[in-house]
């Protein structure tokens, strides 16, 4: 039976929920003043706005949803959970959705979905199972992070053949703050380090394409690349900025 634990709510941190519905009250805010028809006072609600409303209302209930779920429960379903988001990463490779080169959608039925993001779930759910039954203080030669360096790299493997090269950044960064608190010696992280410098550098001259490389470029040098290409969004905002200064335009003027 699914309930909510009274412990839970008595050590819940309501000051990080505090910020967490700040920051979405902003967002909401500046959402739909931007997304109002140009002049005033015409208002409505666009379906920008609408969709990002549904997103919330997902995103409470799988949040409501894992307060009443006994995180032992989950640890006991980390590898289905695990071995699922991989099964629908790779369904992803072979059957995807491509959209603007990507391969990153798959279709089930009427819904498309992103299956990338619940491979970030089942890595993290797994990689936490994991350290828990391997307490990462005790782990002190390289040969005791094999295996949790090949359950991080196969979701991200899997991304990176859908040619989602930000999305598998960004979940090898979750994935690696785990091994941050492994008690290695400082010669093998200079090692590690040694080896993660050699391979980017390997990457860079072989393993990425022209528009990663300009992507990368344009991230570290804005203004150096393409107004229309890598460099639009950023140019973009500084046209925001200078257009709008430190208040902006204005409400339902955005």
């Known amino acids: 039976m699914i309930a909510i634990d009274r412990r839970s709510l008595q050590h819940f941190d309501w000051g990080l929920l505090g910020l967490v519905v700040l920051v979405l009250a902003i967002g909401f805010v500046n959402l739909f003043s931007t997304t109002q028809p140009a002049p005033p006072p015409a208002i409505g609600v666009a379906s920008e706005f609408k969709t990002q409303l549904l997103a919330l209302a997902l995103g409470g209930a799988g949040w409501l949803a894992?307060?009443?779920?006994?995180?032992?429960?989950?640890?006991?379903?980390?590898?289905?959970?695990?071995?699922?988001?991989?099964?629908?990463?790779?369904?992803?490779?072979?059957?995807?959705?491509?959209?603007?080169?990507?391969?990153?959608?798959?279709?089930?039925?009427?819904?498309?979905?992103?299956?990338?993001?619940?491979?970030?779930?089942?890595?993290?759910?797994?990689?936490?199972?994991?350290?828990?039954?391997?307490?990462?203080?005790?782990?002190?030669?390289?040969?005791?992070?094999?295996?949790?360096?090949?359950?991080?790299?196969?979701?991200?493997?899997?991304?990176?053949?859908?040619?989602?090269?930000?999305?598998?950044?960004?979940?090898?960064?979750?994935?690696?703050?785990?091994?941050?608190?492994?008690?290695?010696?400082?010669?093998?992280?200079?090692?590690?380090?040694?080896?993660?410098?050699?391979?980017?550098?390997?990457?860079?001259?072989?393993?990425?394409?022209?528009?990663?490389?300009?992507?990368v470029i344009s991230f570290v040098k804005p203004g150096s690349g393409d107004s229309l290409g890598g460099d639009y969004q950023a140019i973009q905002s500084r046209i925001a900025v200078g257009s709008g200064g430190l208040t902006g335009q204005g409400w339902l003027a955005g």
Do not use: C
């Open 66 to 215: 894992a307060l009443a779920i006994d995180y032992r429960r989950l640890e006991r379903a980390a590898p289905f959970l695990y071995l699922l988001a991989l099964g629908l990463v790779g369904a992803t490779v072979a059957f995807g959705v491509e959209i603007r080169g990507n391969k990153s959608w798959l279709a089930l039925g009427p819904v498309t979905v992103q299956p990338a993001e619940f491979a970030k779930l089942g890595l993290v759910v797994m990689l936490a199972r994991y350290f828990h039954r391997h307490p990462p203080t005790e782990m002190r030669r390289l040969i005791d992070l094999i295996v949790p360096a090949i359950l991080l790299m196969a979701p991200v493997a899997l991304i990176v053949l859908q040619r989602d090269t930000g999305v598998a950044l960004l979940t090898f960064a979750i994935g690696a703050t785990f091994f941050l608190f492994v008690a290695l010696p400082w010669r093998v992280w200079a090692f590690l380090a040694a080896l993660a410098v050699a391979g980017a550098a390997g990457a860079w001259q072989y393993g990425l394409k022209d528009y990663q490389r300009a992507r």
